[in-house]
């Protein structure tokens, strides 16, 4: 039987960016395929009374240079977006409305955008700029947005996101291996060792 774990996201998380590069590795590793579930972190937070660490200044000062070590750790790019919080509804919404579709291209949107936000630092809070990046990579921003729109896409993001906050999620990434919950991309040597268990 295929092994797969859960992974929880919303792409306005520097720290579900970082635990996406290394989804690869967790599965290599195990021969495990992750169930990518996205969620509206903004509702996960409303949902469970949490709130960002960027919001207390000393801790967020502190998270951008701890997840800069991890991004070396890994070997993959990280800037800090200068527009942060990115607003990301619409854009979990795209990558919902793909993935009810099975689009082959859901891999290259993911990292397209994640790499928008925390490589290339765009604001992508700017409907302007969104369709720029999408188009530049190859997709219909128009039929991204009515995707992103239809009444059945935005029904699904928002189930899985109170799905997400009846099992315990409180923030992103967070991952299951079976019932057992994992949260923040500095767990990822958790999972594996789940995994192998």
Known sequence: MQKTFDF???FGSLAAYLAHTQLPRISEQNGATPIMLPMLLGGVFQATGNSAPMTVPAKGKYLITDMQRYAK????????????????????????????????QLPHFLHT?????WVDSLNMNDPAVVTEVVTRAGFAAAELLALANEQATKDQLKAVTMRAVERGVFGAPTFFVGDDMYWGQDRIEQVIAALKA
């Open 8 to 10: 929880y996201y919303d």
């Open 113 to 117: 955008v994640y790499a928008a936000i």
């Open 73 to 104: 750790s890994y070997g993959v790019p990280l800037n800090f977006n200068p527009f942060f919080p990115i607003i990301t509804t619409t854009l979990m919404r795209m990558v919902t409305g793909l993935q009810m579709r099975s689009d082959p």
